[in-house]
C-alpha cells in the first residue's frame, strides 16, 4: 500500500475533517510529504473530474466529501431519518438567516426547532447568545468545517446555503 492510497483511505473513512498534524503522527511522516500527497489526491479527483473532492476547512483540516453541485441530486440516497431532514431545514433556515431570533425560528419551523436547536448547539454547530427574552442564533466555524467551505463568514455561509441547499424551499417555508 502506498502512502497516498491510506491517506485517500483515511480521509474517505473518517467522515469528517482531520488535520494535517494527525495524519502526519499517524503515519510517521512529516507535515509537508503528507501536503504533497493531499495536493496531488485534490489534482487527480480534479482531472477525473470526479463527483468527489477534497477541500481544505477553514482550520486548516482536510475533509473528503460530495461536491456541492452533486448533493440535491443524490440527497434521497442518503440514509436519512425524518427527523435528521427536518433539522437540516432548521439548521439551513439559522445559516440562511443568520444572526437570526429562535423565536423566529420556531414560528417558521414550528416547537419541534427547540429540540433541533438544543442538538445543533451541543454538536458545536450553532451558537446562541440571550437577546432580550429569546436567544439570538448563528452558525459557528465548526458548521463552516463539517461542510467543507472555506470560510466561515456569514456572507459566504448564506451563498453556499442559497446554491447547495434547497433555496427555494427554504425560502418558502420561512414565508
Same mark, same amino acid.
Given at each position: 500500500m502506498e502512502l497516498k492510497q491510506l491517506i485517500e483511505a483515511v480521509l474517505f473513512v473518517s467522515g469528517k475533517p482531520v488535520s494535517l498534524k494527525n495524519l502526519a503522527q499517524s503515519f510517521n511522516t512529516p507535515a509537508g510529504e503528507i501536503k504533497g500527497l493531499i $495536493? #496531488? +489526491? @485534490? %489534482?487527480a *479527483? =480534479?482531472? @477525473?473530474q470526479s463527483a468527489v473532492e477534497i477541500v481544505e476547512t477553514v482550520d486548516k483540516k482536510?475533509?473528503?466529501? +460530495?461536491k456541492p453541485?452533486?448533493?440535491e441530486i443524490v440527497m434521497n440516497y442518503a440514509p436519512e431519518s425524518g427527523e435528521s431532514k427536518a433539522m437540516l431545514k432548521t439548521l439551513s433556515l439559522i445559516a440562511y438567516k443568520q444572526p437570526v431570533l429562535q423565536s423566529e425560528v420556531v414560528k417558521y419551523r414550528g416547537t419541534g426547532a427547540y429540540r433541533h436547536i438544543k442538538e445543533l448547539e451541543a454538536n458545536g454547530l450553532? #451558537? /446562541? /447568545?440571550? %437577546?432580550? /427574552? $429569546? *436567544?439570538l442564533l448563528k452558525t459557528t466555524p465548526k458548521f463552516a468545517e463539517f461542510y467543507g467551505l472555506k470560510s466561515?463568514? =456569514?456572507?459566504?455561509?448564506k451563498k453556499f446555503v442559497g446554491e447547495h441547499l434547497e433555496l427555494k424551499k427554504l425560502e418558502e417555508s420561512a414565508e
Open positions: $495536493t #496531488e +489526491l @485534490q %489534482k *479527483y =480534479a482531472e @477525473q482536510f475533509v473528503m466529501q +460530495l453541485e452533486f448533493s450553532i #451558537e /446562541r /447568545r440571550p %437577546k432580550e /427574552r $429569546t *436567544y466561515d463568514s =456569514a456572507e459566504d455561509i
